[in-house]
């Protein structure tokens, strides 16, 4: 037994330097944004004075902001490298952060959060970019599902930082929060820039009689010609959005429609974190092959079909059944999670072309985009005022976008092969 400890805890860090790098940056980066990600809504309301309802109204109009500016940001990591827009769009984020105490109004709010969302889409299609051209073609999804543990570690520690922060109710407490980390994403762009330089794109390669010979490629077409990775990415927004049961959906069914007590939210953020860290890198094994990223989709799939099932029971149950039926539903769309996001990582490794990573970046992000506008307040709308019907609804919805998926898949497949390979050309 004492030998068995080290051996599982030695599991949930990768065997790679570069990765246990981006492991260390990842829960510093989760760390700094988790701190303040729990503390904005306390801050504009309480020191800013902004209404619920201007918040809410804010963060839509910089959600359009983002969907439309997705695809022309992804084209700017493309052009000036996609690690130094990382990192740039990592300091750009601790200089907004520092800008906090100079907001006043909702005007302000809405320029701030605007600049955020244009900060913030650089930098990720940057980070996805790097993310795919770092590591080898085989191990990228293992080393992201690595990456994606260590980030829920960051946010978790970042989150109890902020509730002790709020928990004293002092408004110069918080409004160090910003701050805080302001100085956390400094020192993370400072990490990611000494990051290595991703190795050389590999020659691409066919085979004829038997002999492997490298081939040319063409002048790449814009990633929006690329009809089936966009119904892809549509389709995966809808897949994806394991998060607004998890965060919105649920929590509010709870308090609305159960008697279950509010400590329970608790309890389901906590077992949704822990499942999170110990059995992403579990769930996305086999995933760095379109196969085996269709198949994480069906499973995933399956686990969002039975949350939707367990939860719309707990509308008529009382007392313990509830709460344990509640944390069933919670841990299966946990599993959805898991499975969804390795995924993710698989299709925009295998579907994306390799001269254009960020703007492929870009255009997979808008159908995140388009679920994190219309989602919330669709599943919200379905499932508190239709209950059982509505949580129908909402499982129908998620099936219908696993069934599009799979053709769409093989279509962004076709896409590639068809355009960035020219045999005819080829050379021994």
């Not at 051996?7 to 981006?22: E, N, S, W, Y």
């Not at 769309?333 to 870009?362: H, K």
């Not at 219908?400 to 279509?411: I, K, N």
Request: charge should be positive; aromatic fraction near 8%; charged fraction near 15%.
């Amino acid at each position: 037994m004492a030998v068995s400890v080290p051996t599982r805890l030695r599991r949930l860090v990768p065997d790679d330097a570069v990765a246990r790098r981006l492991s260390g940056q990842s829960i510093l980066y989760a760390l700094g944004d988790g701190v303040f990600m729990t503390g904005n809504a306390v801050y504009f309301t309480q020191i800013v004075g902004l209404t619920a309802a201007q918040v809410g109204l804010g963060l839509s109009i910089t959600g359009i902001v983002a969907l439309a500016l997705s695809v022309p940001l992804g084209k700017v990591a493309d052009r000036y490298g996609a690690r130094r827009m990382w990192a740039v769009g990592a300091a750009l984020e601790a200089v907004l952060y520092l800008s906090y105490p100079f907001v006043h109004g909702f005007a302000a709010f809405v320029v701030l959060l605007t600049a955020f969302t244009l900060v913030d889409s650089v930098g990720n299609a940057g980070r996805g970019a790097f993310m795919i051209a770092i590591f080898p073609r085989e191990r990228r999804v293992h080393y992201q599902a690595f990456l994606r543990s260590a980030l829920n570690i960051g946010f978790t520690l970042g989150a109890l930082v902020s509730g002790l922060a709020l928990a004293t109710d002092d408004h110069t407490v918080i409004r160090l929060l910003p701050v805080f980390t302001a100085v956390v994403l400094v020192v993370n762009s400072g990490l990611i820039t000494r990051l290595p330089d991703p190795p050389p794109e590999e020659p691409l390669l066919a085979t004829r009689g038997g002999t492997a010979t490298a081939v040319a490629v063409r002048t790449s077409p814009k990633a929006m010609r690329n009809r089936g990775f966009v119904l892809a990415s549509l389709m995966s927004g809808i897949n994806g959005t394991h998060w607004i049961l998890l965060t919105v959906v649920i929590p509010l069914w709870l308090v609305e429609r159960t008697d279950s007590p509010h400590w329970v939210l608790a309890w389901l953020f906590g077992t949704n974190t822990v499942g999170c860290v110990l059995f992403q890198v579990a769930a996305a094994r086999g995933a760095n092959t379109v196969d085996g990223a269709l198949r994480g989709v069906r499973i995933a799939t399956a686990f969002m079909v039975c949350s939707c099932a367990i939860v719309a029971i707990t509308g008529d149950t009382i007392g313990w059944v509830s709460i344990v039926l509640l944390l069933a539903g919670h841990m299966t769309v946990t599993g959805a999670e898991l499975f969804e996001s390795a995924a993710t990582w698989g299709f925009q490794s295998e579907l994306s072309d390799p001269t254009r990573r960020g703007e492929y970046q870009g255009v997979w992000g808008i159908g995140g985009r388009i679920t994190n506008i219309l989602g919330p307040a669709a599943y919200t709308w379905l499932a508190l005022d239709h209950g059982t019907i509505g949580w129908a609804v909402i499982a129908t919805t998620i099936v219908a976008g696993a069934v599009v998926l799979h053709p769409a898949a093989r279509a962004a497949e076709r896409f590639l092969a068809t355009h960035a390979l020219d045999p005819s050309v080829a050379t021994a």
